[in-house]
């Protein structure tokens, strides 16, 4: 994206220099370049950042696993003529829209202001408005004159700076070149991860159970997710490891070794585990020895928890955490361990704010990020510019990184709320004689295995592989069905299945994923209960 | 999309039974299904139709033209879940936020009465407010509960239907299975049109110049858009037939004969032409004779103009026309000449509310509409819920179809306005011994023909082609150059030239694209001045 066209002025805001609450500058905004304030006109996140990448390697270069298309893709030809533009020049190039016929003259957005949100949580909302002239007033960086035309690629630089910066606060880029583009989104930040690396006939390494769309997903491009064993922590670094040492490209169908790495570590879903700090080390070596690259998807990084204790009261913060307080109670990313720039972190708003906003971030190695670019150019372009106001109104309007970190400490006691009501009501309700599950310590799953030993339906006539496998989906069908006549639905595991890599023992488990997320919080305990009662009746028990 | 969680009630709107000026009813709302109005519950545009398929021919399959991965694809397996959901369901199963953690109470969007938009053009603004609770308390059919959560992939039934209805109400389909679906923008549609349909090393026929970015998606896919010629009347249909009646599979690197026509019928990008009514249905007839698809980006079909007539006096509609007045005023698009169901039309609010929306719609055969959802539903997903919020508050609660009519009306006596400006200004100070040019009826542009003859670096001794290519390239830069040292930006044809068919006659003239959409009207004039300025101080006039 273009810098040139620039404005003479800054205009302060509350956020320079942002302090926590001991008053201590987290960062200076002061030091960075002036924020574009044209149409269409962005700034790359390198702009934005406050600490020096001096002493820091660059990212290792990727070129040698990058897909054919990506490889190919050019910047456009049409927004390289923006080069041109300079102060005076009169723009006759693009075909934008004038924003006099834009039929939109202010929005606003209510939201809680960031000192109410703790220790009170009584939300009471303040107003932001934004019209088409603030910018050119003075009284505001964005406004609906910029929001609401066409806007760079990596996302409005009014927004893309204060991603950039909460990047920086929280994962602390070890790596010279990292960089960060806004995304419409994680499933669409997916599907172009995946082809900017998976030609048809690869394999992608993922947790053995993974999120359902991703198994679809590569499926569509020809590509498949192969199954690494898991465990209570998370992905097995061991199994990852004899994986690629064992690859034999005859018994996957002439796929060459797998260098592509999709991983959930927070919350994992569906089997809601979280891997611990030591954990993502030992995988992270193994993307080393064997040179690999890693997806990071962590859309359940905010939602980590606190302790399980068996407590089911609604237990708020009695006062905002410090920055340092917040940042101590999560296991650090894998971006946050990424000293070859092996790792594309891919986030997501739609956990913290909204998912109907549509709108995340993706943080990388700025070839990588470029290459994004490019495909986002061509394909998705910029987020909504309705989202990006919004977005702007309350984070750095309204809020500012402090009252951004409140929020989502905030939604931590939330969740670890939503998280004990359902995991007292599995202790409570579903039969322990048939049911197990660890108890999540992020995200937004419960992961149930129930033991088909004793099931009526279990059919010990026909022990081949594929009459077993079989006998257990029909297992899980008439669980699920079960549970849907007790008025409950919960997931099937076995949509979340991935391929047995090679000598990889079937799992004959069945399972199925509850979220404690989305059903009004009294009735969590209700669903929970219907479902062992269906489990019971399937059981006999 | 599943439509199982209905509501029982229909909430009454003042759109019920739309009318004209003359009370004559549009079409009658209360004859549909009822909205869906829970989260992430989407309903197919066939609810939304007012008039009868009877007697109709639903639209020929296309199995045999979709890519290797638009055949593969497959419904979401998590989403099919869905089907379960009946009343009193509790609903364990997708990982859905719930809205008491979208931080938003309410957004509010001021925009103009449609009783404002015309004659006065004084454009009052009239505030609209959605909250989390509106549903609820049923005064409106769509909210933040609904519209900040995930939402169908087809786009929200609350804003689908209202597009629905004016696809209806416009272009009136001659066929039974037609369908709609709302995309993220017309960039994104095309993105998913051509993966739908590309495989690499093939051909896709287009204008001989058409817009740069569809030129580069083609390439980053591997395919090539192959150049039919244009005439002021847009793409010659004899051109057309030509090409594929002597397709000749050798010359063209192995490629199979072309099934896939890229067309832009109104204010061509960057030809600035508009395929009258019986060009249209020519092309249509050789569609039908080689069974071809057809691709219509049609992103400037209601900027359609009255005609030039030398006045450059913004004269506005003194009356708001009626339906039936604003339709007399379109040519007939090729989705309304479309018996056989062979047209993919792509739509986009991107030049006629805010390109920032990043909301468009795509209507085209069932088969085609649902592997489109197929594609989005991996991919980009649903528009953003805030985007559509406010597409709701407009369309729906202020305007209703007939205030968006108005609307488009005030929009084309703008454009119009704008046009006379620069074609007015071409006349006054561009040089005619060397420049020529057709006087747009549609679109954002002009476009410029150089006769280079006279140009000083016209190169006579290298008569290679390659040789006079080159030369032209370089006395187009040479242009280019001089007119941003006259401080105005234009767009080089060069940009917009697709590969040359067999037998085609190598186009030596020197183009420049100028738009009048963008700058500020006063400075129009200007603006063409300096580059007349450019053009004589290169030619030396």
Redesign the interface.
């Known amino acids: 994206m273009s810098t040139t066209e620039t404005q003479p002025t800054i205009i302060s805001t509350a956020l320079d220099g942002v302090t926590n609450t001991q008053s201590t500058p987290l960062f200076n905004r002061r030091t960075c370049p002036p924020l574009p304030l044209g149409v269409a006109v962005g700034a790359p996140s390198e702009n934005f950042k406050t600490r020096p990448a001096a002493g820091k390697k660059p990212a290792r270069r990727w070129d040698h696993i990058l897909s054919?298309?990506s490889k190919?893709?050019?910047p456009?030809?049409?927004k390289g003529?923006a080069r041109?533009?300079k102060p005076?020049?009169?723009?006759?190039?693009?075909?934008?829209?004038?924003s006099e016929?834009?039929?939109?003259?202010?929005?606003?957005?209510?939201?809680?202001k960031a000192s109410d949100i703790l220790p009170s949580s009584k939300?009471q909302?303040s107003l932001q408005t934004l019209t088409k002239h603030d910018v050119a007033d003075g009284t505001s960086e964005y406004d609906l004159n910029i929001?609401?035309?066409?806007?760079p690629t990596l996302g409005a630089a009014q927004v893309l700076r204060f991603v950039t910066e909460h990047v920086e606060l929280l994962h602390e880029p070890l790596y010279a070149d990292w960089a960060v583009t806004l995304s419409?989104?994680s499933?669409?930040a997916l599907?172009i991860a995946f082809r900017m690396f998976c030609e048809?006939g690869t394999y992608v390494l993922a947790e053995k159970f993974t999120f359902?769309?991703t198994v679809?997903?590569a499926?569509?491009?020809?590509a498949k997710l192969l199954g690494v064993e898991v465990d209570d922590e998370g992905m097995v670094p061991e199994s990852l490891d004899h994986i690629l040492n064992e690859w034999d490209p005859a018994y996957y169908g002439g796929a060459p070794k797998p260098f592509l790495v999709y991983t959930i570590p927070s919350g994992q879903?569906p089997t809601a585990s979280t891997q611990p700090l030591e954990r993502r080390k030992a995988i992270y070596a193994v993307a080393e020895k064997h040179d690999l690259f890693l997806l990071e998807d962590d859309a359940y990084y905010y939602l980590q928890m606190d302790p399980y204790n068996g407590n089911t009261e609604y237990n708020p913060p009695q006062h905002p955490p410090t920055f340092q307080e917040y940042k101590a109670g999560l296991v650090p990313s894998f971006l946050s361990l990424d000293t070859s720039g092996r790792v594309l972190r891919i986030d997501t708003f739609?956990?913290?704010?909204?998912?109907?906003?549509?709108?995340g971030w993706v943080t990388g190695p700025a070839q990588l990020i470029e290459r994004y670019q490019r495909?986002a150019?061509?394909?998705?372009?910029?987020?909504?510019?309705?989202?990006?106001?919004?977005l702007y109104n309350?984070l750095e309007k309204e809020w500012g990184h402090e009252g951004f970190f409140n929020?989502l400490a905030y939604?931590r006691a939330?969740y670890t709320h939503r998280r004990d009501v359902m995991v007292k009501a599995c202790y409570d309700h579903l039969p322990a004689e048939v049911t197990s599950f660890t108890t999540p310590s992020a995200g937004?799953?419960q992961w149930i295995r129930v033991n088909v030993a004793s099931h009526p339906k279990v059919n010990q006539n026909d022990q081949s592989d594929a009459g077993r496998q079989q006998n257990l989906l029909d297992i899980e069908h008439a669980i699920f069905e079960s549970a849907?006549e007790e008025?409950?639905?919960?997931?099937?595991g076995s949509?979340f299945k991935t391929a047995l890599h090679k000598g990889g023992a079937v799992d004959y488990g069945v399972y199925f994923?509850?979220?404690?997320?989305?059903?009004?919080?009294d009735?969590?305990e209700?669903?929970?209960r219907?479902?062992g009662v269906a489990i019971r009746k399937e059981f006999g028990l």
Chains 1, 2 share one sequence.
């Open positions: 054919l298309e190919g893709r050019k456009s030809n049409l003529t041109y533009m005076g020049v009169l723009n006759l190039c693009g075909g934008v829209p004038s016929y834009f039929p939109f003259s202010s929005i606003s957005t209510a939201s809680p939300l909302p929001a609401l035309n066409y806007g419409i989104g499933t669409s599907d048809r359902s769309s679809q997903l499926e569509a491009l020809g879903n739609s956990k913290i704010i909204a998912p109907g906003a549509r709108v495909q150019e061509f394909g998705t372009q910029a987020p909504s510019g309705f989202s990006l106001l919004a309350i929020w939604l939330s937004m799953f849907t008025q409950v639905l919960v997931a099937k949509l994923r509850m979220t404690f997320a989305a059903a009004p919080e009735q969590i209700e669903a929970v219907r479902f």
